[in-house]
């Protein structure tokens, strides 16, 4: 079982940079892929990007490459995703998420754990 909280959202200017953690608990972490999913209100939960479970594999979404950086830090129980560049088109809650494998993955049905969210608005 894993637990995940995201922290770090809040309201920006376009342009701008926040740092979104996910801090995970349970046993589970180290062997865990995880992964940030996003989503508007009246839209599917859609990929913005994943992280193995040793943090030596990413994939990024085409509409963050270039402006966004996912890490983790395995002593801290903690994966990150950094934003740079941000759009008023990023505006949504974004969700920490794991699955109980070690790779990555871009499909939301292939995890098992997600955190409740966090809301992180980009004005103009």
């Known amino acids: 079982q894993v637990q995940l909280v995201e922290s770090g959202g809040g309201l920006v200017q376009a342009g701008g940079s926040l740092r979104l953690s996910c801090a995970a608990s349970?046993?589970?972490?180290?062997?865990?892929?995880m992964g940030w999913f996003r989503q508007a209100p009246g839209k599917e939960r859609e990929f913005v990007a994943t992280?193995?479970?040793?943090?030596?594999?990413?994939v990024l979404a085409d509409s963050v490459k270039g402006r966004f950086t996912i890490s983790r830090d395995k002593a801290k129980n903690t994966m990150y995703l950094l934003m740079n560049s941000l759009q008023t088109q990023d505006t949504t809650v974004y969700y920490c998420?794991?699955?109980?494998?070690?790779?990555?993955?871009?499909?939301?049905?292939?995890?098992?754990?997600w955190g409740k969210g966090i809301q992180v608005t980009v004005s103009s």
């Open positions: 998420t794991a699955r109980s494998t070690l790779y990555t993955a871009a499909r939301l049905s292939d995890y098992d754990y």
């Open positions: 992280i193995s479970w040793s943090g030596g594999a990413t």
């Open positions: 349970g046993r589970t972490f180290s062997s865990s892929a």
